[in-house]
């Protein structure tokens, strides 16, 4: 086995850049569950729900695992921070907007994440570089995506603006928490991704059982397995990637998977729904992979290129 410095960083990157495939998988067959789920379940106590079984879920698996949730204040303060910026406002506004808006465009409304990341990072944090590489990423994955979805797919835009809108400030709050995830170093990932979904479920359940009366709802069969799926896999198997790739990648490289949740989404509506796929479709995809590379490779420092 080559052990040498620049072989185990190359591997580290292929790791991380498949668990960052992964994390879009994940995500992106979220926006589906979410329109099965909301079509019977109310937007909060769908979230309100899914964010108390992917917590406990969590939870056990880290009791299983010998590793405790910490127990002081401070962390607990970020937790809820956390999660007002990662799952309560954002997952709510998603789950409420897909009740007016397909979930194709939703998709396309929240890949614009990187772009707010790149945005905040630059301008307000500076604790990453904003290197021209990452903006043409911005670019290259953006163009991708438009290509890949076609200009048909925004010819509802604007029956459906406050919907829309909700949708894009819930894009806005993934970039935030993106950024404030990253105060987390140190922490085995499972627990800031169980304790700020437990900080959700706090909030979340008691506006459920006021607004929302979920005793009084009779779900659907496919409602209440899509939010199964939801909890289990696009939500407590997500976010643990989610915050390793945070401390790895970055924030601006983490939202990157962002631009993959499309062809992914694409790709699964082809394969399981019998939908076409665009002759653009495939340049698109190209583009995709461009900018996720331009975001998330790190560039080859002096001493790589080296020859021994």
Not at 116 to 123: D, G, I, M, P
Not at 199 to 205: H, P, R, S, T
């Amino acid at each position: 086995m080559d052990n040498r410095p620049g072989n185990r960083e190359n591997n580290n990157i292929a790791v991380e850049l498949a668990l960052l495939l992964a994390l879009a998988t994940l995500w992106g067959g979220s926006y589906t569950f979410i329109k099965l789920g909301v079509a019977t379940i109310p937007p909060i106590t769908l979230i309100a729900a899914r964010t108390t079984i992917a917590g406990l879920l969590l939870l056990a698996i880290m009791w299983a695992r010998g590793i405790r949730l910490p127990t002081d204040a401070a962390t607990w303060q970020r937790f809820a921070f956390q999660a007002v910026l990662n799952s309560v406002i954002p997952w709510t506004l998603i789950a409420w907007g897909e009740r007016h808006v397909d979930a194709a465009l939703a998709t396309i409304l929240n890949s614009a994440g990187p772009i707010f990341t790149f945005l905040l990072t630059a301008v307000v944090t500076r604790h990453e570089a904003t290197t021209p590489r990452k903006l043409v990423g911005v670019v290259a994955g953006m163009a991708g995506i438009l290509l890949i979805v076609g200009v048909d797919a925004f010819h509802n835009v604007g029956s459906g603006l406050v919907a829309e809108a909700a949708i894009v400030a819930a894009t806005i709050c993934y970039a935030c928490a993106a950024i404030f995830g990253r105060g987390f170093k140190g922490l085995d990932p499972m627990a800031p991704a169980a304790g700020s979904l437990l900080a959700g479920a706090a909030a979340l359940l008691p506006a459920s059982l006021i607004v929302e009366q979920p005793w009084t709802l009779s779900p659907s069969l496919s409602s209440v397995l899509a939010l199964l799926a939801l909890a289990t896999f696009s939500t407590a198997a997500a976010f643990v990637i989610y915050f390793r790739l945070i401390q790895t990648l970055g924030s601006v490289g983490t939202t990157a998977q962002a631009y993959l949740r499309v062809p992914i989404g694409v790709a699964i509506s082809v394969a399981f729904l019998g939908e076409s796929l665009s002759r653009t479709a495939w340049i698109g995809l190209a583009c995709v992979v461009l900018g996720v590379a331009a975001m998330t490779i790190p560039a080859r420092r002096p001493a790589d290129v080296k020859t021994s």
